[in-house]
């Protein structure tokens, strides 16, 4: 657990350094594209800022996107005490409780650190889960603040949606702009910002992907040794995965923070769902606790 924090805290500076370093790209190919060098410097002006701003302010972008609302103990009584019981079991601060009212079932964490974390539960998780399923599912996302996979998965949320709204910016002025060079060289620009305009939402997607895939499964690691109980977890999981359907507020940027898929069963072949998926097989995150229950 202690190498996974460290492992996350040196994350965190490497993912907002390559941001930077994204951002400051493609402000060049906007120059380039309009012919104003005077475009870059801006850019990388606002990377360093939106970096800076993200950082703190990623969780209130999480719960807004997700449309979570923070409950108390008197409105939640049941979620509240579950996440409190195991907050004082890891001698941890208690985290913020949000409830989202969606009936798909679903779970998330946030926030920057353990001392401003948020845990959140929709609606339709509550109603299916018995208690040690609901203490499972609570546990894997009190792992994700402990062990500061938050921290990560939160900055991520603010780079990938900022990331997307310059790259379609920067095709919109590709197509329509059309720079201020003539003939050929206005071709190379429109087909420099098309390329720009492509490979920024794929670079955003494997980040999300490289940092979601993992952490799931050493949050359901961590979450069952600290209930001491995988079957509980596993449990809801299989509950999880029969009754899945979107969630009402799904989004590209947020989902690598569920701890299922928040689109529900995708259409797509099983190689490429497997491929783009930012969340494991349930099956093999099932295998991984059983196998964890015959050993505790």
Same mark, same amino acid.
């Given at each position: 657990?202690?190498? /996974?924090?460290?492992?996350?805290?040196?994350?965190?500076?490497?993912?907002?350094?390559?941001?930077?370093?994204?951002?400051?790209?493609?402000?060049?190919?906007?120059?380039?594209?309009?012919?104003? %060098?005077?475009?870059?410097?801006?850019?990388?002006?606002?990377?360093?800022?939106?970096?800076?701003?993200?950082?703190?302010?990623?969780?209130?972008?999480?719960? /807004?996107?997700?449309?979570?609302?923070?409950?108390?103990?008197?409105?939640?009584?049941?979620?509240?005490?579950?996440?409190?019981?195991?907050?004082?079991?890891?001698?941890?601060?208690?985290?913020?409780?949000?409830?989202?009212?969606? !009936?798909?079932?679903?779970?998330?964490?946030? #926030?920057?650190? %353990?001392?401003?974390?948020?845990?959140?539960?929709?609606? #339709?998780?509550?109603?299916?889960?018995?208690?040690?399923?609901?203490?499972?599912?609570?546990?894997?996302?009190?792992?994700?603040?402990?062990?500061?996979?938050?921290?990560?998965?939160?900055?991520?949320?603010?780079?990938?949606?900022?990331?997307?709204? @310059?790259?379609?910016?920067?095709?919109?002025? #590709?197509?329509?702009?059309?720079?201020?060079?003539?003939?050929?060289?206005?071709?190379?620009?429109?087909?420099?910002?098309?390329?720009?305009?492509?490979?920024? !939402?794929?670079?955003?997607?494997?980040?999300?992907?490289?940092?979601?895939?993992?952490?799931?499964?050493?949050?359901?690691?961590?979450?069952?040794?600290?209930?001491?109980?995988?079957? #509980?977890?596993?449990?809801?999981?299989?509950?999880?995965?029969?009754?899945?359907?979107?969630?009402?507020?799904?989004?590209?940027?947020?989902?690598?923070?569920?701890?299922?898929?928040?689109?529900?069963?995708?259409?797509?072949?099983? /190689?490429?769902?497997? @491929?783009?998926?930012?969340? %494991?097989?349930?099956? /093999?995150?099932?295998?991984?606790?059983?196998?964890?229950?015959?050993?505790?």
């Amino acid at each position: 657990m202690y190498s /996974a924090i460290n492992k996350n805290k040196i994350k965190t500076v490497v993912i907002i350094a390559a941001f930077i370093a994204v951002i400051s790209a493609i402000g060049a190919v906007f120059s380039y594209t309009l012919d104003s %060098p005077s475009i870059f410097i801006p850019v990388l002006i606002f990377a360093i800022v939106y970096s800076v701003v993200g950082y703190f302010a990623s969780a209130k972008m999480a719960i /807004a996107m997700t449309g979570a609302k923070e409950v108390t103990k008197k409105e939640a009584p049941r979620l509240y005490r579950t996440v409190e019981n195991l907050t004082i079991t890891a001698g941890m601060p208690m985290p913020k409780v949000y409830i989202v009212n969606d !009936p798909a079932p679903n779970a998330f964490a946030t #926030g920057r650190d %353990p001392y401003h974390g948020v845990v959140a539960a929709t609606t #339709g998780l509550l109603e299916i889960l018995d208690d040690n399923e609901l203490e499972g599912v609570m546990a894997h996302e009190i792992s994700h603040v402990q062990n500061y996979d938050i921290r990560v998965n939160s900055i991520v949320i603010a780079l990938v949606t900022v990331v997307a709204l @310059l790259s379609d910016f920067l095709l919109r002025i #590709g197509f329509w702009g059309g720079g201020n060079r003539g003939g050929g060289v206005n071709a190379i620009a429109l087909g420099l910002a098309i390329a720009a305009a492509i490979i920024a !939402p794929i670079i955003a997607v494997m980040l999300q992907m490289a940092v979601s895939r993992k952490r799931e499964f050493l949050a359901d690691a961590s979450g069952s040794l600290l209930t001491r109980y995988p079957d #509980g977890l596993a449990s809801a999981l299989r509950k999880i995965e029969s009754y899945a359907r979107p969630m009402k507020k799904a989004n590209d940027a947020t989902a690598h923070l569920f701890i299922s898929n928040p689109f529900g069963k995708e259409k797509r072949g099983k /190689a490429i769902r497997k @491929l783009f998926s930012t969340h %494991p097989p349930t099956d /093999a995150r099932v295998q991984q606790l059983q196998k964890m229950g015959d050993k505790l």
